[in-house]
């Protein structure tokens, strides 16, 4: 097998914005933010906007967005106002 052919797989935590519900999973995406979880280590925070938290379709119901508009959820997400 090619060495340095595939990215590194590692433990990274992914963070819901709409519901900030946080689980730990293996991922080869990667971030320059950290975060320290449950078990004492660091860990690379992805941040997504729907996880089965807040997905219609895992809920069973429609959850009422709490940031806004899509303007509103864009400065949200890049830190604008």
Same mark, same amino acid.
């Given at each position: 097998? $090619? &060495?340095?052919?595939? #990215?590194?797989?590692? @433990?990274?935590? =992914?963070?819901?914005?709409?519901?900030?519900? *946080?689980?730990?999973?293996?991922?080869? &995406?990667?971030?320059? !933010?950290?975060?320290?979880? !449950?078990?004492?280590?660091?860990? #690379?925070?992805?941040?997504?906007?729907?996880?089965?938290?807040?997905? #219609? =379709?895992?809920?069973? @119901?429609? @959850?009422?967005? *709490?940031?806004?508009?899509?303007?509103?959820? =864009? @400065? $949200? &997400?890049? $830190?604008?106002?």
């Amino acid at each position: 097998m $090619k &060495k340095d052919l595939h #990215p590194e797989y590692q @433990k990274v935590v =992914f963070l819901d914005t709409s519901s900030d519900y *946080k689980f730990l999973s293996g991922s080869t &995406k990667t971030s320059d !933010e950290t975060i320290e979880w !449950e078990d004492g280590n660091t860990y #690379p925070l992805i941040r997504v906007e729907i996880s089965s938290d807040s997905h #219609p =379709f895992y809920t069973g @119901k429609q @959850k009422a967005d *709490k940031a806004g508009g899509r303007v509103d959820r =864009f @400065k $949200k &997400k890049y $830190k604008l106002n």
